[in-house]
C-alpha cells in the first residue's frame, strides 16, 4: 500500500512524511505539510478521524475548555463558518467538527484507516524511517511524525477475575459507536476521575442501580454547561484574532488573578470562590495566583469544595468518602461535571470507597470487596490512560543502533522540548511528555507543536539538511528543567497520572511542562532562530 516514490536528498522514499495518528493534531499535521507540497501517509488505528473524540463516545463525554477556544484556529473561514451549540461541547458535536475540519480541507486521502503502526526503524546508511503496520505495510519516509495522543492508550486496571466477568464490559476509552441502553441494568462503574465524573450521572438516570467503584474522590467543579446564543458567539467570532492571540500565550484564558489567596480577607476569598462556583467550570482553580503554589492557598479552595460536598450530599457518611483528602486541589487532573455529587442523593447509587473496602475479585455475576458482594450485570472502567507515554512504548520505536524507545525510557522519557529525543533522528512527538501537552488547552499546544515541526522540516530542506536530532547535553538540560520547574508546584504531591502514578512499574516522572503554553513556545522560538540550538542538523 506504498505511495509514490518521493525523493529528500539522495533518499529514495515513498513518503516525505508518515504521521501515526488522525486526532485533532494529526490532522493538521496533514495539512500543514501538504501545504508545503510534501507527499504524507498518516496511519490511523480507527476506521475514522477524531482521535479521542472518535473513541470517547460514553454518555456525557464533553470538553471542559469552552468550545469556542476549544477548537483549531489555522484558518480564519473554519473558524467563522463553524458554529457551536453549547459552551461545553459534546463528543457528538466535537467529533461532527473534526470530520468536518477532514472534509473541508480534504485531509481523508492522506489516512490510511483501521490500521495500526507496530514498528518504526530508522536506518542509519539512507536516513530515513521505515514503518511496518498490522496490516502489511511497509512504508519508507525521512521524517515520522508521532501524533498518536497522549491520551489514547486505554487501561484496565489489575483487578483479579476480570476474564471472569459474565456480563457486558466497557471502557470510557474505547466506547462503541451504538448507543447502549442501560435501563434495568445494574452497572458498576470502576473509577471517579474526568470521564466517570462526566458519566456516573448520565448512567445513573437509565439504571436499576449504579454501584461507583471509587479509589480516589476528585475535585469535581460543576460545569454551569448552557447553549450559546447567536449574538455572543458573533462577538466572539469578530475578535478571534485578538483571542486566538491571547491564547498562543496562555492556553485556555481564564479570569487570571495577581493575588494571593493568603492576601485577602476570609470574607473576599470566600467571595470570590462563590462566584466562580456560580459560573462553573475551571476557571475556579484560578481564583488567585498562588493555588498551584502554595499548600496554604490551596487549602482554602479545597476547604471551600469540600464544604460544598457536605452541603450537597444528604448523607454525611457518603459526603465524607467523596471528600478529596489526599492531594491539593487540581494536582489531579481538576474534573468538570454536571449534577455529579447531586446524584448520590438518589436512591439507585451506591458509593464504595475503596480505600476501605479494596475489590477483591470480580466473578462471573459481580464485583466482590472486602466487604461484600455487589451484583452487577454490566461494568464500566473509567480507568484512564497510559497517558503521555503509552501510544508511543506501545510502537517498537528504534533509533540509531536499534536502540529501542522503550528502552530509553525505561527511567522516564528523556527528550529536548518534548519534540525530539536524542537518537532518535527525523521523529518528532506532538504533545508528548516534556512539553504543556494536558495542561494546557490542547488544541493551542497541537497548533505550536505542527507549526515548529513544519517550520523545521522547511528549514532542512532550505538549507540542505537531511537530519536533525536531539543533542543529548540539551536533553538532559530540558529534562532537569522539567522536573525541577514541576518542583515549584504543587503537582508531584499527587499520585496522579501526571506522573505515572495509574501505570504499575511506570516510572514516576511528572511529565508534563509545568510553565505554561506562552513560556514554552517561547523558548521553542528562541531554539529555531538560534539555528535549532541544542538539535545536531546534518
Ligand atoms: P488523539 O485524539 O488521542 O489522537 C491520536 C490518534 O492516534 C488516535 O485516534 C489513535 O487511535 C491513533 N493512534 C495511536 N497509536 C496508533 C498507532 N500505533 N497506529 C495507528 N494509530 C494510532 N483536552 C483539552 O484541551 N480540553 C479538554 O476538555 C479535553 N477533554 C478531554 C476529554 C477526554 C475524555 C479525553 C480522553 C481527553 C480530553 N482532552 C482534552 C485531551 C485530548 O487528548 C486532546 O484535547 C486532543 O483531542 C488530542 O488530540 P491528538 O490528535 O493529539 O490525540
Not at 469556542?68 to 459534546?90: D, H, I, K, P, V
Not at 484560578?286 to 498551584?292: E, L, W
Request: hydrophobic share 35%; net charge negative.
Amino acid at each position: 500500500m506504498g505511495g509514490s516514490r518521493t525523493s529528500s536528498g539522495d533518499r529514495a522514499c515513498d513518503f516525505d512524511v508518515i504521521v501515526v495518528g488522525a486526532g485533532f493534531a494529526g490532522l493538521y499535521m496533514i495539512h500543514k505539510l501538504r501545504q508545503m507540497g510534501m507527499s504524507v501517509r498518516a496511519y490511523e488505528a480507527a476506521d475514522d478521524v477524531g482521535g479521542v473524540w472518535y473513541w470517547n463516545r460514553y454518555p456525557g463525554a464533553r470538553c471542559d475548555v469552552e468550545s469556542m477556544q476549544y477548537s483549531y484556529g489555522f484558518s480564519e473561514e473554519l473558524q467563522q463558518e463553524w458554529n457551536w451549540t453549547e459552551r461545553f461541547a459534546q463528543q457528538p458535536e466535537i467529533l461532527a467538527y473534526i470530520q468536518h475540519v477532514a472534509d473541508r480541507f480534504e485531509l481523508r486521502s492522506a489516512i490510511q484507516f483501521k490500521t495500526r503502526v507496530e514498528a518504526a526503524s530508522f536506518d542509519e546508511p539512507t536516513a530515513s524511517w521505515t514503518v511496518t503496520t498490522d496490516r502489511g505495510d511497509r512504508v519508507t519516509a525521512p521524517f515520522l511524525v508521532m501524533a498518536s495522543g497522549s491520551l489514547s492508550t486505554a487501561r484496565l486496571p489489575d483487578i483479579c477475575g476480570i476474564e471472569d466477568f459474565g456480563g457486558r464490559f466497557y471502557h470510557t476509552g474505547q466506547w462503541p459507536a451504538h448507543k447502549i441502553d442501560f435501563s434495568g441494568r445494574r452497572v458498576g462503574v470502576v473509577g471517579t476521575g474526568s470521564s466517570g465524573v462526566q458519566a456516573i450521572p448520565m448512567i445513573a438516570r437509565e439504571a436499576e442501580h449504579v454501584y461507583v467503584f471509587q479509589r480516589t474522590p476528585n475535585f469535581v467543579i460543576p460545569a454551569r454547561n448552557r447553549p450559546l446564543d447567536d449574538e455572543g458567539q458573533r462577538k466572539w467570532k469578530d475578535r478571534y484574532p485578538e483571542h486566538r492571540a491571547r491564547a498562543k500565550q496562555v492556553g485556555t484564558f481564564y479570569e487570571f488573578s495577581d493575588r494571593s489567596a493568603m492576601d485577602v480577607s476570609e470574607d473576599e476569598r470566600r467571595a470570590e470562590y462563590d462566584r466562580r462556583w456560580a459560573e462553573g467550570g475551571v476557571n475556579f482553580v484560578h481564583s488567585f495566583k498562588d493555588i498551584y503554589l502554595n499548600e496554604e492557598s490551596n487549602k482554602t479552595a479545597a476547604d471551600y469544595v469540600r464544604e460544598r460536598i457536605r452541603s450537597i450530599v444528604n448523607d454525611p457518611e457518603v459526603a465524607e468518602k467523596l471528600c478529596p483528602k489526599d492531594h491539593p486541589l487540581g494536582t489531579k487532573r481538576i474534573c468538570v461535571g454536571s449534577d455529579y455529587y447531586e446524584t448520590y442523593n438518589r436512591d439507585n447509587v451506591t458509593l464504595i470507597d475503596l480505600r476501605s473496602e479494596p475489590i477483591d475479585r470480580i466473578l462471573s455475576g459481580g464485583v466482590r470487596t472486602a466487604a461484600a458482594v455487589y451484583a452487577i450485570d454490566t461494568l464500566v472502567f473509567a480507568t484512564g490512560y497510559d497517558a503521555l507515554t503509552g501510544a508511543l512504548t506501545a510502537i517498537d520505536i528504534r533509533g540509531r543502533d536499534g536502540v529501542a524507545l522503550k528502552d530509553k525510557w525505561e527511567h522516564g522519557p528523556q527528550n529536548y522540548l518534548g519534540l525530539m529525543t536524542a537518537g532518535f533522528p527525523n521523529m518528532f512527538i506532538i504533545t508528548g511528555p516534556g512539553s504543556p501537552s494536558v495542561l494546557v488547552n490542547m488544541i493551542v499546544g497541537i497548533e505550536q507543536h505542527v507549526e515548529w515541526i513544519a517550520d523545521c522540516i522547511q528549514h532542512l530542506r532550505a538549507s540542505g539538511f537531511d537530519t536533525i536530532e536531539a543533542a543529548r547535553t540539551a536533553e538532559q538540560d530540558w529534562v532537569r528543567h522539567v522536573n525541577e520547574e514541576a518542583d515549584k508546584t504543587l503537582f508531584p504531591r499527587a499520585n496522579s497520572w501526571y506522573i505515572g502514578a495509574n501505570v504499575p512499574g511506570k516510572p514516576r516522572v511528572f511529565l508534563p511542562y509545568t510553565a505554561g503554553i506562552g513560556r514554552y513556545r517561547k523558548t521553542c522560538e528562541d531554539v529555531a532562530a538560534a539555528g535549532y540550538r541544542g538539535f545536531v542538523l546534518g
